[in-house]
């Protein structure tokens, strides 16, 4: 069987039309990252109050909640609750192992000026506005803020 298309060239103005779609793309996408046009950046207030935190798990399934700069015990995590703090915590050290960073720095809390309870992991920057998780959810973070006993 022949080719019906065999003596008829692909048309010229569509190869030239789609090669000159690619190239304005590609100095689009080069022009935005370089001047950072159509990046969304969102600003957290500075902390009214923070405190470094650092997790430890314990043989018995708890997790002990310590107290960055002086090691002292803030909360202890019983085995069966404080799901949503574990969850999290879980999901933020996932991330720090699969970028290759350890768990040496701590987890930060915060208190905003405008009053966002913010939980920033030191290692990775990431940072989570709590109150997303309704008031509940935020209520178990906020107690680790509270003094040590």
Do not use: C, W, Y
């Amino acid at each position: 069987m022949s080719d019906p298309f065999a003596h008829q060239p692909f048309p010229r103005g569509a190869l030239i039309g789609a090669a000159a779609l690619i190239a304005a793309s590609l100095l689009a996408v080069t022009a935005a990252r370089i001047t950072g046009a159509g990046r969304s950046t969102v600003q957290t207030a500075p902390a009214a109050v923070e405190r470094d935190l650092r997790f430890a798990d314990r043989s018995d399934g708890g997790v002990d909640v310590l107290d960055a700069a002086s090691g002292a015990p803030v909360a202890l995590l019983a085995p069966g609750h404080d799901g949503f703090i574990r969850a999290t915590l879980r999901s933020l050290a996932r991330e720090r192992h699969q970028l290759g960073f350890d768990d040496a720095k701590p987890f930060r809390m915060a208190i905003t000026v405008d009053g966002h309870l913010m939980l920033t992991d030191t290692a990775t920057g990431r940072q989570i506005d709590l109150g997303a998780f309704g008031t509940t959810n935020t209520a178990a973070f906020a107690r680790l803020l509270a003094p040590a006993r």
